[in-house]
């Protein structure tokens, strides 16, 4: 697991007060919302905030939201080729 | 005229509520006084839970047990009285405003952060459509929610209305209430507030929330019949006041079995409470519970819950007492409320 993947599942964790969560318990394929981390559309506005904060990326096109914010995969993927700071 | 039946209840408070039966009260020696944390995760899902604040948790489990005490999934309105809202949130998300230099700030605590966040919640907990009311009116909060009950248990279709009363306490703002001398400036022990001579009081986070049914059930509580509000009194006019509100409901002041007062320990507005205590309530058996649960602007339903109580058990704890007169059957509470001399508000219950 890359820095980053740790370093996001920390934030995740913490912007989003996912207080009984370990990092390892997020699996870096498991699908953020839906079945999986079970994340609503207020954590989504939680998470455009967090990539803007903390890697200057501004989303521009709300449809890009569902597939960089599947997982902590496509998320380190997407920052990490978009990321200013 | 629709009766209105008190068919479920919980609290929340700096006070267990089993204080009730055990009369052993949790001291403070604070002037802030938290609530007693509660097994939220027992009956509210830790998704949901996670983004709650104080307010929000609070009012919500009490709302699921007073729901579960009256046997019903479902309420047909929610009314939630809260004079200060989620400041909490408020808060969070003006300190977030400072340190991020007025940028990009977390949407969360700034959804949350409007007054009618916890009806709100509690709606969309309980999957409920009816009508959904917040009101905020200082130290009668939860008396307007209260009278806006007897308004909506008037529809033929609705059976059982949810009212509840809820304020929460956040680090700074509530602190601010020292600058005005809302809070005393010397530290005290809460069950010696009542001899405090000093402007102030000492103020808590509490919620209580109800099952207000049109049908009297095996589980019930109390009858609620009346409630007035008075913004501004003169304490003049205070008795008259009383008066004419038991004369509208066919009762006169010996009639009353016990009277619950939210004397609160500030030498400045107690006059209020001191003049019917020596006046026409007399002989009359007092009870106060400000010493207990503190002060807020929605503790009225503390009270609300403490008459339902006694009603029901037919005692009335030592702890509450302000005076040696007994209360041996309980028959008529009536409850009288006011903070910083505005905001008055009477509520009478009755056994059934």
């Known amino acids: ?85 | 005229m629709t009766r209105l039946f008190v068919n479920g209840m919980a609290s929340i408070s700096p006070q267990p509520e089993n204080i009730f039966n055990t009369g052993l009260p949790e001291t403070f020696n604070e002037n802030i006084l938290p609530a007693l944390d509660q097994d939220y995760k027992s009956i509210i899902k830790p998704m949901t839970l996670r983004r709650m604040s104080q307010g929000v948790k609070m009012a919500l489990f009490c709302s699921k047990r007073a729901l579960l005490e009256a046997e019903s999934d479902k309420p047909d309105a929610i009314l939630v009285g809260t004079g200060q809202g989620c400041m909490q949130d408020t808060e969070k998300f003006m300190e977030n405003m400072l340190v991020s230099e007025e940028g990009l700030l977390s949407p969360t605590s700034f959804i949350q952060s409007t007054h009618n966040t916890v009806a709100g919640q509690i709606a969309l907990d309980l999957n409920c459509n009816g009508p959904n009311m917040t009101f905020t009116q200082n130290s009668v909060s939860f008396e307007s929610a209260l009278l806006d009950a007897m308004l909506q248990i008037t529809d033929e279709d609705f059976n059982n209305i949810l009212v509840g009363g809820v304020d929460e306490t956040s680090k700074e703002i509530t602190g601010f209430q020292k600058l005005d001398g809302q809070i005393k400036e010397e530290k005290i022990n809460n069950l010696h507030l009542f001899r405090s001579k000093t402007t102030g009081t000492i103020i808590s986070e509490a919620a209580a929330f109800f099952i207000l049914g049109k049908h009297k059930t095996p589980k019930s509580y109390a009858e609620m019949l009346d409630v007035e509000i008075f913004n501004a009194i003169d304490i003049s006019d205070l008795n008259s006041s009383v008066l004419s509100f038991l004369n509208r409901n066919g009762l006169t002041v010996s009639e009353i079995d016990a009277v619950i007062l939210g004397k609160n320990g500030d030498l400045r507005f107690d006059l209020y409470y001191d003049k019917i205590q020596k006046g026409l309530f007399s002989d009359i058996c007092q009870i106060g519970f400000k010493h207990l649960v503190g002060e807020n602007n929605a503790v009225s339903s503390y009270a609300f819950w403490l008459a339902s109580k006694i009603l029901k058990e037919q005692t009335v704890p030592e702890i509450f007492k302000l005076n040696t007169i007994n209360c041996t059957k309980p028959g008529f509470i009536l409850i009288y409320n006011q903070y910083l001399g505005r905001n008055h508000g009477l509520t009478l219950l009755r056994s059934i």
């Open chain 1, 1 to 85: 697991m890359s820095d980053l993947h740790t370093e996001l599942k920390r934030s995740i964790i913490e912007q989003l007060n996912l207080e009984d969560m370990e990092v390892n318990e997020i699996e870096n394929d498991e699908q953020l919302f839906g079945d999986g981390l079970g994340l609503d559309s207020i954590d989504a506005l939680e998470l455009i905030v967090l990539l803007e904060k903390d890697y200057g990326i501004k989303l521009t096109d709300p449809n890009q939201g569902k597939q960089i914010f599947n997982s902590i995969n496509t998320m380190a993927d997407y920052i990490e080729k978009n990321r200013t700071r």
